[in-house]
């Protein structure tokens, strides 16, 4: 059984990043061929948030079954995995990418592998009463990360602690399975499924919040740039895998 849900998680995140590549296609041919129809960007930009929302309560209803595999995921690369936060990006990232497009870095590097997105900006620069409204958000986010950074590392520190610890202890031998042992690794498993629901929560709540502040222009040359870089990490991560060598990942 657990082999078959591990197998489900990653063909849920090969859809998912097959599903990006699809949405920036349209992204990008929306920014080239009719980038003042308001509508149109707004809709694409809700299309996304949708298939992202979509995304997400797949893999909670398949992290319930095996939350474990979300955090050291063998369908990622081995630089992808050194990244994660929480099994996933750090909110926070999301406005590192708004303010060099917004102007405030174009000197970036990151600007470089962005140049077909109108040249690396937002294709508007951000007002004054934006800038306000973003920052107030990253303050709010980062708070929200903290404290489920802190909720992690509590949880991973629990195994050096009651039950678990003792539990090992009292065993007469190493790795033995009881019931006991299932109980204390099952409520650990479920507190594991509550803090990825909640970081996922919170990496869609800031995108929606991010998307609403923007402009359709502003929001459509975001959403490029967040999906060029989670695409351009993965093929990156795998070009560096199979240059030093290591195992190809699992298609």
């Not at 657990?2 to 097959?18: G, I, P, T, V, Y």
């Not at 602690?161 to 690794?185: C, F, T, W």
Request: proline share 2%; hydrophobic share 40%.
């Amino acid at each position: 059984m657990a082999s078959r849900d591990r197998e489900q998680s990653k063909c849920c995140f090969k859809e998912w990043m097959e599903l990006q590549e699809q949405d920036l296609s349209e992204l990008l041919q929306a920014l080239k061929l009719d980038p003042q129809n308001k509508d149109r960007l707004k809709h694409l930009a809700e299309k996304g948030i949708c298939h992202f929302q979509d995304y997400i309560n797949k893999r909670t209803q398949l992290a319930r079954r095996d939350v474990s595999a979300f955090f050291a995921p063998t369908w990622c690369t081995s630089w992808e995995n050194s990244l994660l936060w929480i099994s996933g990006c750090r909110p926070s990232l999301f406005f590192r990418l708004v303010y060099v497009l917004g102007g405030s870095k174009m000197e970036s590097k990151l600007s470089e592998f962005l140049q077909d997105t109108r040249e690396g900006s937002l294709g508007e620069v951000l007002t004054c009463s934006q800038l306000v409204v973003v920052n107030s958000l990253q303050s709010k986010t980062i708070r929200e990360e903290e404290r489920l950074t802190g909720e992690l590392a509590a949880l991973q520190e629990d195994i050096a602690d009651q039950p678990i610890a003792m539990i090992a202890k009292g065993l007469s031998q190493l790795g033995e399975m009881n019931r006991e042992v299932e109980e204390a690794l099952d409520e650990h498993g479920q507190a594991m499924v509550r803090i990825l629901e909640e970081a996922d929560q919170l990496r869609l709540n800031t995108v929606k919040e991010l998307v609403n502040i923007l402009t359709p222009l502003q929001a459509v040359d975001f959403l490029v740039a967040s999906k060029k870089l989670h695409l351009c990490v993965h093929k990156w991560g795998r070009n560096r895998d199979q240059k030093l060598g290591r195992e190809n990942l699992e298609d």
